[in-house]
Structures are given as C-alpha cells and as structure tokens.
C-alpha cells in the first residue's frame, strides 16, 4: 500500500482520511525520513515508561522510529514508585540501571501488621538478583532518565501531538494526529505500538474489548511527612480487624507514599489533608500527624486486560492492554518489561531481518505474565482487606508461618520483583531434555563473562543490542568451528562463560548457552553438538546478516560490540561470501499465538 494509501483496514480500525495536511512535520521528522515509504518504521504512541523503554530499544537499533505523547512533558506526579529487580536489570541491560540507583532509594523489606502485629517481613535480598531490593524513584524521574537516553541516541518525544485515528494498508499504517496548535497530520509508520495508557486510543481504535471491572471504591494516595520513627528501608503494610488496610511507602526526603484502599466513592475528588488525616487517624496502629504533602490523589482501581496484544501491524504495551491495582507496585514494571521483550523483535521485523510472524511471539510470551500479575495483585488486595474473622485468623497464623520457610520467601520475592519471569516453549526458547543450568526461556543471570579479552558482566554484553552466545573458554575453538554458526556472525555477540556460574546442564547438550537480547535463554548446546543454537538462528532470521542482501541494508546499526575481535573477525571472514541458508519456514508453518 503507498503512504497514506486506502488499502485495507484491520477490522475494528476507525477510518481516518488519508490525505496528508502539510502542515510541517514535527522535529523528529529529521530522525531520518526516507524520501519515499512510511515516515518511519516505528511509530510509537505514548511517552510514559513504556514507550520510552521501547523508543530506546528500537533508536539504540537504528529504526526509523517517532515516538509521539499528547502530554507537554514528563508527567509531573509521583505516580509508581517502586523499580523492581527484573526492572533494574533491563535498565542494566540498556546499560542506564546506575543512573537509576544514583537518583533512587533502597528499599530492602516489605512488613505485614495485623492488628499491629508484624505477621512478617518479606526480604527482597531473596529475589535472586544481584539487584537484591526495590528501588523507591518517583515517575516522574524514571520518565525524565529515559527521555535523556531517547536524546542521546538521537531520538526526539514529539509533545502535544495526540493520536486520534489508524488506518492500516498493506505495507504501512497511516496514523491521524492532532497537535497542540491545532492542525491535524497524519503519519505513516511502518508500524505503530500503543503505549498510550489505560484509557489507550489506539486499543479502541483496534476494536479490542478491555475485559475486567473496577473495584468497588475508590483509593487515596497522600506523599507527606509523618511523625513516626518507621524503618525507612521497608513498606509497611497494615492490615485491619474491619478491612481497610494502610500502606505506607518510604520516599526520599523522610517522606511517606500513604496509600488507603477502599475509601468509599468519592467521584473523583481529590482528598484534602484534613481527610487524609482523619483516615490515618481510624487506620494506623497508633497515633500519627500527617503534614506537608506534594501529592494528594484519588483514584478508582481496575482489573482489566485487552483481548489481544496485535492486530497485524499494530501492537500494544503497557497500561494500554492492562491495568490492576498498585498493590506489588507492578504496573510500570510489567510494562517496561513488556517493551524489552517487543523491543529487539520489532527492530529485526522491521528492517526487514526477521519475519513478521516473530511480532506474534511477543503477545504469546508477555500475556501469561500480564494475567500473573492480575492475579498477584488481586491477592494482595484480597488478603490486605479480609474482614472475615476466620479467614483473618487464618491468614494472620498462615503468613507468619510462611514468612519463616526460606523457600517461601525466596518464591515470593521472586514473584514480586519479576525475577521469576520465564517464557514457554517454543521457537524462541527451544526445549531440550537436558537437566540442570538456566533452560530456555528462562531469565539469564547477569553472569560474569569475557569479551574482547576483557572482564565483563553478561549484561554488559547485552547492551550491544545483540544476541550472546557463552561459550566456555576451552571450548571456544571447536564451538566456533561449527559451520552452521558463521552466517551469523554480525547478529552474534561471542563471549566465554565461566559454566560454573552458569551452571551447565548435565546431559551432554550443555555448555554453550544463547542467550536473547531481552536476557531470556534462547538455546543451548555444545561444542559438538551446536544444532540447537544453529536451529534458532536459522528459524529466525530470515537470512543472515552475512547474506549479501542483509549485508546491504543500511537500517540495522548495532551499538559498538564488546565481542573478542579476534572471535568476530574469524566469524565475520569465514561467513563472508558464503549464500544464506537461513529460512522463515519455520515461523511460517508455526502458529504462533
Ligand atoms: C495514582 C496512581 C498511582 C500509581 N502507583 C503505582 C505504583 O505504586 N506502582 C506501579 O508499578 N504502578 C503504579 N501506577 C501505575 C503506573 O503509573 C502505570 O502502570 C504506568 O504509568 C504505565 O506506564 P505506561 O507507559 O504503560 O502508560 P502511561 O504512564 O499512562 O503513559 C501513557 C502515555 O501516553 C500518552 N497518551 C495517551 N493517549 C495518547 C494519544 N491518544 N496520543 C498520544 N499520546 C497519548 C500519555 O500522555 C502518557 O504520557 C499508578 C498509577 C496511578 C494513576
């Protein structure tokens, strides 16, 4: 379909006219634009932490990519506060998990009361991540860091530019937007992600059904001081005989995040303090003066989810395909998790590197989290509030009991800050019968590994946007010499693993481990025995990035490589002239969702 053109429309799509206005592009016309085909490649709707996660991954992978938020900056509430472990370690990942713990603070321990009583501390040290704690930034930060790593990769946020329409053709989808003056455009984008929120134009315009109900009242939030000697390293959750629990979040400064559930039906009003008071006053265990606030809120929780995450070249992320309530403070870290597991597909997709039926594996993977955390958090609702006094009593002889089994702990915390997440079987996470070491489709730890003769951490490697291939430094010859490996050797950053920190499976498949670019195991394999990585690569890519015709296109700019040049120069020379032999059969004959 041309630019702008009226092929077909994905059904459920409002239509938009697709003339252009010529009112003058916006500044990150300059990202790049080709003189003919879409105005990008990726069009990505929303700035909030979603987007902006996504919008560095695809930049840092030189797409074409807009990234548009109707808003005039970065919101300026408090709104999440908690950056879970799995979170920091995609931030490691993109190599901005520093810039984040400078600015942040550490909160090592989530408390449970009843009545008073702490029933018991849940320790976040257990998670399983070297980012052993939650980190407490307000929103607002997190946004501002990300759009800082947008600018440095050359990437502009278009502000006051809201979408209002889609039309999808065949080759491209036309977006309609609105600017802040008034005068109405349209863009042409290869493809377009939502990441507009929970109350997202571009879900609606896809006709998906947001499934799901609010709860049955409304929630405050107060960030102010309290004259109580509360650890500050903890979240303390007070549960209560009548049901009505209160949440007191550490923030810097000495403040308090004050959370109340359940504050009767208030139709959108904003708290004074007075209330906020007379509340605390009925909830906490003991007498409390609540002062100074920056942010008094209320708020009605939903428990939604969209009926789908695709609809041919549009794709949603993030709050635009669910919402639940902040118990677990899970919302903005489901969704820029969602982002980097989109992020590395979407950019082989669209330059042309990878089949389109890829995108559908990012909906298969990230759903089964997204309905795990409507369910964590539903029970953190339902335990916090029962008023039942058996099912109180159970629970407060139950958790304490629980709290004390080590396995426990670890279970939970690993739940709660991510770490736990795991994708299914399938061409991105090839099974294998092996026992023992990180399987496929399970987060990679950060590991210590060698590139370029130097010292470094697996996600570190990571960073060059690429997938890793560990590979154990006596074995780096013979695993090297596999045939199957050299067309792809641009797409492969070689580092050599200690297969003691990632300890290696025990049946002879083992010990050379692919890891995704999003940290997930891809494959394992051995020296001898490297088909399973070959088998990947090859159900991937369409051709290999050593194929001449992929060697050709200009789209693809991986950031500088740590690889051992040595390695890659042996790889790159061996693939070099050699026909591609890579094929998307695979992902053809597979279905996917
Ligand atoms: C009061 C409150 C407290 C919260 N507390 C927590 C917490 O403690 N922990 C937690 O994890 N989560 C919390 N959340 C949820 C968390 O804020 C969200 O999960 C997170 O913001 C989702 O990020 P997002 O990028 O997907 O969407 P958003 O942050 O909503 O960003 C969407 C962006 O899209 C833009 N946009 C919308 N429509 C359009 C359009 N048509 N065209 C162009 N741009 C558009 C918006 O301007 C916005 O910038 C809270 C939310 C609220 C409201």
């Not at 996504?54 to 506060?81: H, N, P, S």
């Not at 109580?228 to 007191?248: Q, S, T």
């Not at 590994?449 to 006596?474: D, M």
Request: glycine share 12%.
């Amino acid at each position: 379909m041309a630019p702008g053109g009226g092929g077909p429309r994905v059904d459920g799509m409002n239509g938009i006219p697709p003339n252009r206005t010529g009112a003058a592009a916006p500044r990150a016309a300059a990202l790049g634009r080709a003189d003919s085909g879409p105005d990008c490649q990726v069009l990505v709707v929303g700035a909030g932490p979603t987007g902006l996660v996504l919008g560095a991954e695809l930049l840092t992978r030189g797409i074409r990519t807009r990234i548009i938020d109707k808003g005039d900056g970065v919101a300026l509430q408090a709104r999440a506060i908690g950056i879970h472990a799995r979170t920091l370690e995609i931030l490691d990942m993109m190599g901005l998990a520093e810039r984040f713990t400078e600015r942040g603070q550490v909160v090592r321990h989530l408390r449970f009361y009843s009545q008073g009583r702490c029933l018991t501390s849940l320790e976040f040290a257990r998670c399983g991540s070297r980012f052993g704690f939650l980190l407490d930034l307000p929103q607002d930060e997190t946004e501002r860091l990300l759009r800082a790593r947008i600018a440095e990769l050359g990437g502009v946020v278009e502000q006051g530019a809201e979408l209002t329409g889609l039309a999808a053709g065949a080759d491209a989808v036309t977006a309609s937007i609105r600017c802040n003056a008034g005068q109405v455009q349209t863009i042409t984008a290869g493809y377009v992600v939502g990441c507009d929120g929970a109350h997202s134009r571009v879900r609606s315009e896809l006709g998906l059904t947001f499934h799901g109900q609010p709860y049955p009242q409304d929630w405050l939030l107060a960030d102010v001081l309290l004259d109580w000697d509360l650890r500050e390293d903890a979240v303390h959750a007070f549960f209560r005989l009548d049901g009505l629990p209160m949440i007191l979040f550490p923030m810097r400064g000495h403040r308090w995040r004050l959370t109340l559930p359940f504050a009767g039906s208030r139709g959108g009003q904003a708290p004074t303090l007075a209330e906020i008071q007379e509340l605390t006053d009925q909830r906490a265990p003991r007498p409390v003066t609540v002062s100074d606030p920056t942010w008094l809120a209320n708020f009605r929780c939903h428990r939604r989810s969209a009926s789908g995450y695709r609809r041919g070249r549009v794709l949603l992320a993030g709050d635009a395909v669910h919402i639940h309530s902040p118990a677990g403070g899970q919302g903005v870290n489901t969704g820029m998790a969602e982002a980097h597991n989109l992020g590395w597909k979407l950019a082989l997709v669209a330059s042309g590197r990878a089949p389109d039926a890829l995108l559908d594996s990012y909906g298969t993977e990230r759903r089964p989290v997204a309905e795990q955390v409507l369910k964590l958090t539903h029970a953190l609702v339902h335990y916090g509030s029962m008023s039942h006094p058996i099912k109180r009593r159970v629970r407060d002889i139950v958790v304490p009991a629980l709290g004390r089994s080590t396995a426990i702990q670890r279970r939970v915390a690993s739940r709660i800050s991510q770490i736990y997440v795991a994708y299914p079987p399938g061409p991105l996470a090839r099974p294998d019968r092996a026992r023992g070491g990180p399987r496929p489709g399970r987060r990679m730890p950060d590991i210590k590994v060698r590139a370029g003769g130097q010292a470094a951490t697996l996600h570190r490697a990571l960073r060059g946007g690429r997938h890793v291939l560990i590979v154990p430094a006596a074995h780096l010859a013979s695993a090297l010499s596999d045939s199957g490996l050299r067309p792809y050797s641009s797409d492969l950053q070689v580092v050599t693993g200690d297969a003691a920190q990632a300890p290696a499976p025990d049946n002879g498949t083992g010990p050379v481990l692919l890891v995704r670019p999003d940290g997930h195991v891809a494959a394992r394999g051995s020296p001898g025995s490297m088909e399973p990585v070959t088998g990947y690569l090859r159900d991937l890519f369409q051709e290999p990035a050593g194929h001449p015709t992929a060697r050709s296109q200009k789209t693809v700019h991986h950031t500088p490589s740590a690889a051992p040049p040595q390695i890659k120069d042996d790889l790159e020379d061996t693939a070099a002239g050699k026909p591609g032999t890579g094929s998307s059969a695979h992902w053809q004959t597979r279905n996917l969702t």
